[in-house]
């Protein structure tokens, strides 16, 4: 039986109108098998264990289900672990465990996200159980490393505490003390630690004056004697000549009035120029600050007397020369005291702001450069007419390979000890964390104090003033 409209049975004997369905290919289908847990080991990887050609291990060849013996790894927790994530590593690292007995080596699986080194991340999260195996999971993103604090250690910028070897060594965090070691003097000498100073160190209205402007001012004044006496010989006229010594007399006097007096106009300036506060100074800023000092890990021991944990010691033997005695020194002369020996020694230091209460580092040691002003008491008095030595004062010159010879000596020591009060003037420098006082890269001007007939004396270096050397009873011998 015909009919205009196609129809076709179906497989349960129906009839339906249209045309039959074309049959449709079949997309395969993936069957995923649940993989056994391994614990790390490659021999139980199934197919990633035969891309490495690695015998397999028959009796745990693709089971479904839970295993019941699943291998733990053992780590230093002592513990096992699970992680999450996909597979980063084929090649598995081999730990010891020190504190479980057994194997030597464990296989250890990596997995999650790494850290900027590429190493696995570490977060345990949740309350760890007890019992001998602990159960560790890692969770979650590590929180960021929050940045050290504290104060460095001494040293340069580029340097630090020598380690055992002797070569700087980096350190950050808050100082620690080393206790109070004695140095001798052969140990400060050769510790890179410690600045030692000179007398070219201290201030110096001759040292500190232009060397271009002094010759240039000789030059002039020897050109006006010179036409001041032609003058006078030729017409009869000394108004020249006297105009010149007047003003070479005038001039010598202030260079006479700055060398006796420069010192103290020095101290003056320093003692009146403004406090900084550490909270608010700028980097690069020259400031005075003034606080409380704490030693580094280096401290100092005063030379005689041996006061310790101080951060600037001086030590000097002054002598007297006479009509015939001998000279302390090559530009000793008669009649005034002269330097025989100095020892000044200068390291790293903390000072406590006042007007903050920040503490800062102050770069005085290796190498830097300084310039102390600080006061100094006589300590010993020798005199030969009296007798007797001080025999600390015969072995003192005895280290140090110095004699008597009937000699007229003066020792002055001075000393800045920790709790001592100073100012200190430099710049400021601040990196990172750490706040630090350093030497100026010029020399810094005091200006003219014209009240005081005194002329611009240079500050080079860390200028360090101290008033509170105690009050030392002089011992006459």
Not at 240 to 253: D, E, I, S
Not at 320 to 326: F, L, M, N, T, V
Not at 420 to 428: E, Q
């Amino acid at each position: 039986m015909g009919s205009r409209f196609p129809s076709h049975q179906l497989s349960n004997g129906l009839y339906v109108s249209g045309r039959p369905e074309q049959p449709k290919e079949k997309t395969p289908s993936m069957s995923s098998v649940a993989m056994p847990y391994t614990g790390g080991d490659i021999k139980k990887s199934g197919e990633l264990g035969k891309m490495f050609d690695i015998p397999m291990d028959s009796s745990r060849s693709r089971k479904s289900g839970p295993i019941s013996n699943a291998p733990t790894r053992t780590g230093s927790f002592g513990g096992t672990s699970s992680h999450s994530g996909q597979l980063n590593s084929v090649n598995r690292t081999s730990v010891s465990s020190g504190g479980v007995s057994g194997s030597a080596s464990m296989k250890k699986t990596n997995s999650g996200p790494l850290n900027k080194h590429g190493e696995p991340i570490k977060k345990s999260s949740g309350p760890q159980g007890g019992g001998n195996a602990v159960s560790r999971q890692n969770s979650g993103p590590l929180p960021p490393v929050l940045p050290t604090t504290g104060l460095i250690t001494s040293g340069p910028i580029t340097s630090g505490p020598l380690n055992s070897s002797g070569a700087p060594r980096k350190t950050s965090g808050p100082l620690e003390s080393i206790g109070s070691m004695k140095l001798h003097n052969a140990s400060v000498v050769n510790n890179q630690a410690v600045t030692h100073l000179s007398q070219d160190d201290e201030y110096s209205f001759r040292r500190s004056f232009p060397k271009p402007i002094l010759w240039s001012i000789i030059l002039l004044f020897v050109m006006g004697f010179i036409a001041g006496g032609f003058i006078l010989g030729a017409v009869r006229n000394p108004i020249l000549l006297v105009v010149v010594v007047v003003l070479f007399a005038a001039v010598a006097t202030v260079f006479t009035w700055n060398t006796c007096w420069g010192r103290r106009a020095v101290t003056s300036y320093i003692a009146s120029f403004p406090d900084a506060e550490l909270r608010t100074a700028k980097d690069g800023q020259f400031v005075k600050v003034s606080g409380v000092v704490t030693c580094g890990n280096v401290p100092l021991e005063s030379s005689f007397q041996k006061v310790p944990r101080c951060v600037y010691t001086s030590t000097s033997l002054y002598e007297y020369r006479g009509w015939d005695s001998k000279a302390a020194n090559p530009t000793h002369r008669r009649f005034t005291w002269g330097l025989r020996a100095l020892e000044r020694h200068v390291v790293d230091f903390y000072i406590s702001d006042f007007q903050s209460g920040l503490r800062a580092l102050v770069k005085t040691g290796y190498g830097a450069r300084v310039t102390p002003y600080v006061d100094e008491s006589v300590v010993v008095e020798i005199n030969p007419s009296n007798g007797d030595v001080s025999s600390d004062f015969v072995r003192w010159l005895g280290a140090r390979n110095l004699s008597s010879d009937d000699r007229v000596m003066r020792l002055k020591e001075g000393y800045i000890k920790e709790g001592s009060t100073v100012s200190v003037m430099g710049v400021v420098q601040r990196n990172e964390n750490v706040l630090m006082i350093v030497p100026p890269p010029e020399p810094f001007s005091t200006g003219c104090q014209w009240s005081k007939c005194i002329l611009p004396a240079s500050l080079e270096g860390i200028v360090l003033r101290c008033e509170d050397t105690s009050k030392i009873d002089v011992i006459p011998v």
